[in-house]
């Protein structure tokens, strides 16, 4: 289930992220690339999840 309409990120996806910052925090705040890199892959994830699930409710939608 996505957080909001607007963004394609879920509860779970979300938690990740967070942690990924909180030791990005604990560390001063400055990201590493590999960070950066786990969290553009969680995203584009979580992106190609949602463009799936839209289609295949476009292709049950569309058949009579």
Known sequence: MR?????????????RI?????FAALRG???T????RKIDQIIA???E???ALAKAKAQKNKKP
């Open 33 to 36: 690339s590999r960070q950066k």
């Open 45 to 47: 994830g979580a992106e």
């Open 49 to 51: 999840r949602e463009a």
């Open 3 to 15: 957080i909001s309409e607007k963004d394609a990120i879920n509860h779970t996806e979300a938690a």
């Open 18 to 22: 967070l942690g990924t910052a909180l």
């Open 29 to 31: 705040g400055n990201l």
